[in-house]
C-alpha cells in the first residue's frame, strides 16, 4: 500500500505523472482510490478513463441502507425504534453510513444499539439547529 501525504506544493501535471508512473509500475494489478468532497473542482484530465476508471458516490445513509446495517449488525429486520430512525433519515438528518455503523457496532443488544443511534441522532440534530 502506498500512502502520500502532501505537505508542499505540487502541480497538477507533476501529480499526473506521478499518478501514472503508478499505474506503469503496478502491471495489471492496481487499485488507487481518490477522495473528494467537490468533485466538480477536478481538472478533466484527473478525471479521464485510465486515470479514475469508477466513480462512486458516497452519499447520507437512505432509509434502505440502515435497514440493511441494522440487519447485518444487529440481526433485527424490524424493531420499534425503526419508525423514528427512518424518520430522521428520510427527513432533513444528514448522516453518514459511518456514523451510522459506529453507533450500531457499540452494542450487541438491539434495544440498547438503536437507542444509542436515536440519542445521536438527536445529538447531532441539535447542533445542526444550533449552527
Aim: glycine share 8%; proline share 3%.
Amino acid at each position: 500500500m502506498i500512502l502520500v501525504s502532501v505537505s508542499v506544493p505540487v502541480t497538477l501535471s507533476g501529480f499526473l505523472n506521478f499518478i501514472d508512473g503508478l499505474w506503469s509500475s503496478c502491471g495489471d494489478q492496481r487499485i488507487i482510490v481518490f477522495t473528494t468532497n467537490h468533485k466538480e473542482k477536478l481538472d478533466p484530465a484527473l478525471l479521464r478513463p485510465g486515470r479514475m476508471d469508477v466513480h462512486i458516490n458516497m452519499s447520507y445513509c437512505t432509509v434502505s441502507g440502515f435497514r440493511l446495517m441494522a440487519s447485518n449488525y444487529l440481526g433485527v429486520s424490524n424493531h420499534d425504534a425503526f419508525e423514528k430512525i427512518e424518520y430522521l433519515i428520510g427527513g432533513s438528518l444528514e448522516i453518514t453510513t459511518a456514523e451510522v455503523g459506529e453507533q450500531l457496532l457499540r452494542f450487541r443488544d438491539p434495544d440498547v444499539a438503536l437507542g444509542g443511534l436515536l440519542q445521536y441522532m438527536d445529538l447531532k440534530m441539535n447542533q445542526e439547529q444550533d449552527q
